[in-house]
């Protein structure tokens, strides 16, 4: 199935791979760096409608005050996989 796509969903997953394995960044920090810093909420809304999880890796966007924040398939399945990448990156060093 093919997904239309906007242009900002786009930039949104575009920056999201940006991520490292087994980091976090903020939905502000994703907002900054696609060039629209006031939209953080609206990132939070493209993140939660992400058709290509895990492979566009929402689950790496967190709350700026660290809190894990929302996640389409339920936070425990984000944090079950924000750990796994954690012992993945360990594990290769």
Known sequence: MRHRLTPFQKAVYAATMEIP??????????????GRPRSYRAVGNALNKNPYAPFVPCHRVIASDGTPGGFNGGLAKKLRLLDQERKFGRAGN
């Open 21 to 34: 394995l087994g980091e976090t960044r903020s939905y502000a920090w994703v907002a900054r760096r696609i």
